[in-house]
């Protein structure tokens, strides 16, 4: 029986993957778009962000793709991370952090 790549990598990473082919888009001075693929439906996934620097993250609970990060401060650095609830106990962790920064510099 032959696998494809998909099906090899997902083995190799356990039940729950985390979310793949993250992109943030649209970015204006008070909103970015966060777009994301999850391997499953019933997958939940979780996204928590913050500004650079900070300490303390904002978590946003059961999130689609594409989710729309709003009320954000204008020429600000901001980095989230995303992961997913597979069920039954089983989470991906949060993935590497992914940075941007919004628009409105003069």
């Given at each position: 029986?032959?696998?494809?790549?998909?099906?090899?990598l997902?083995?190799?990473?356990?039940?729950?993957?985390?979310?793949?082919?993250?992109?943030?888009?649209?970015?204006?001075?008070?909103?970015?778009?966060?777009?994301?693929?999850?391997?499953?439906?019933?997958?939940?996934?979780?996204?928590?962000?913050?500004?650079?620097?900070?300490?303390?993250?904002?978590?946003?609970?059961?999130?689609?793709?594409?989710?729309?990060?709003?009320?954000?401060?204008?020429?600000?650095?901001?980095e989230?991370?995303?992961?997913?609830?597979?069920?039954?106990?089983?989470?991906?962790?949060?993935?590497?952090?992914?940075?941007?920064?919004?628009?409105?510099?003069?």
């Open positions: 029986m032959q696998m494809n790549s998909i099906q090899l997902m083995q190799e990473c356990g039940a729950c993957v985390l979310p793949i082919g993250v992109e943030v888009k649209e970015i204006i001075d008070v909103s970015a778009e966060i777009n994301w693929v999850s391997f499953s439906e019933e997958t939940a996934s979780f996204l928590r962000f913050r500004q650079k620097g900070e300490n303390d993250w904002t978590v946003i609970n059961n999130v689609s793709s594409p989710y729309r990060l709003t009320n954000l401060s204008d020429c600000t650095d901001y989230f991370q995303l992961k997913n609830d597979c069920g039954e106990e089983e989470t991906s962790g949060y993935s590497r952090t992914y940075n941007f920064k919004t628009d409105g510099c003069c």
